[in-house]
């Protein structure tokens, strides 16, 4: 079940670099706060329409977790930007992608004690490796 | 350096509360739909502040495409943490960077180099070896 759910998701992430590497083809560089903006406003108005379809009211924990998880992807994009600015790619590039799944493997373990399997902790590695290659 | 710690640590508490999410059985819609709008609230902020709005009709597309893959890839994302561990999920779609490296090659005809290569091929054996253990119901 979890790999039926997992493929979609990462298509579409991938879609969604896509686009953020269409706004660089496309030359819309000015426009990329813009881009930032309307295009969590779409994502926004699809989930209003099935909102609206289920007419399910948010309860509080709904509108908590949910301002968190947006303040928390705003901040850190926010410095992401600062960083790339100050860094040269070669360092921000590998640094953010590697230090951002060697935290959150770190955070898991922390909160709910999940223990990686010795094939998994060799994905994790072939995983960073790659995307050092990718990014550099 | 400092700013790219930040920017680590603050992306890495949101996909967290990701999990807690679906640990306090929230409502994906919702909590979908409220960190959308709190990311474009913000910064639309910042657009304000800077005082200019550009828009260009070739932008349309782009955030179509933007706004339908964020808003389902996240659902989706949100669904597999109910199964699997959220560390796992987290890397497999971190991993997608390969899908615009392979739209590089076979859209804009960039030619990768053999570090690229190497990273591409070895995206998909740390896929398989990432893969969690499906659960088996007998009887």
Redesign the interface.
């Known amino acids: 079940m979890w790999l039926k759910l997992i493929l979609p998701a990462f298509f579409l992430e991938g879609l969604l670099s896509i686009s953020q590497k269409l706004i660089r083809e496309l030359d819309l560089g000015e426009s990329r706060n813009e881009y930032i903006f309307l295009y969590n406003i779409v994502a926004a108005i699809i989930g209003i329409c099935f909102l609206i379809r289920t007419k399910k009211a948010p309860q509080k924990k709904d509108v908590f977790i949910g301002s968190i998880i947006g303040l928390m992807f705003c901040f850190g994009a926010f410095f992401c930007l600062q960083a790339v600015l100050e860094l040269p790619g070669i360092i921000y590039f590998p640094v953010t992608s590697v230090g951002s799944i060697l935290w959150v493997t770190f955070l898991s373990r922390l909160i709910w004690k999940e223990k990686l399997r010795k094939t998994q902790i060799c994905g994790l590695l072939l995983a960073c490796v790659s995307l050092i290659l990718l990014t550099t | ?1 400092f ?19 679906e640990e ?1 059985m ?2 994906r ?12 609230f ?3 902020l ?2 304000i502040y ?1 005082g200019s ?4 009709l ?2 349309l597309g ?13 659902w ?2 949100m ?2 943490l109910k ?19 392979l ?2 090659i076979f859209i ?1 005809k960039e030619i990768p180099d053999a ?2 290569i ?3 091929c ?2 998909p ?10 659960s088996i119901k007998c009887g």
Do not use: D
């Open positions: 350096m700013y790219l710690i930040l920017g680590i640590i603050f992306g890495g508490i949101g996909s967290i509360f990701y999990k807690l999410a306090k929230c409502n819609l919702w909590i979908n739909t409220i960190s959308r709008l709190t990311i474009a913000s910064i639309s910042y657009i800077k709005f550009q828009f260009n070739k932008l782009v955030v179509l495409l933007g706004g339908i893959s964020v808003f389902f890839g996240r989706f994302f669904r597999a199964h699997g561990k959220v560390s796992i999920s987290w890397i497999m779609l971190n991993l997608a960077v390969l899908i615009p490296v739209a590089s804009w570090k690229k190497l990273g591409m070895l995206i054996v740390s896929l398989i070896l990432l893969r969690e253990k499906e």
